[in-house]
């Protein structure tokens, strides 16, 4: 069964850092390319960042420069590393592969807040 289990959020302030972590299940997770995504309350839920399964990485300009994805193949872990974090970035975090577009976790809260 794919499932996908985020972690690693909180409160923090602006300016602050976070590393996010999600762990995938019942794929072959070295193969997937996987993404991190996040929706404030009011908003569709956005692209964060990506990351193929050979580690390129690309990111949406809102975060470009602030947010650094990686990934773990052997834990079969995507991390996203967010630092300078802004008032903006509050959210609710998700990981996903869009080879399993169906399934998502049930995310982690960031909040930036003083």
């Known amino acids: 069964q794919v499932q996908f289990v985020e972690s690693g959020g909180g409160l923090v302030q602006p300016g602050g850092s976070l590393r996010l972590s999600c762990v995938g299940f019942?794929?072959?997770?070295?193969?997937?390319?996987m993404s991190w995504h996040r929706q404030a309350p009011g908003n569709e839920r956005e692209f964060v960042a990506v990351?193929?399964?050979?580690?390129?990485?690309s990111y949406a300009d809102s975060v470009k420069g602030r947010f650094t994805i990686s990934r773990d193949n052997f834990k079969k872990t995507v991390y996203l590393q967010m630092d300078g974090l802004q008032s903006e970035d509050t959210a609710v975090y998700y990981c996903?592969?869009?080879?399993?577009?169906?399934?998502w976790g049930q995310g982690t809260q960031v909040t930036v807040s003083l």
């Open positions: 990351i193929t399964r050979d580690g390129i990485a």
């Open positions: 996903r592969s869009f080879l399993l577009p169906n399934h």
């Open positions: 019942g794929f072959p997770f070295n193969d997937y390319p």
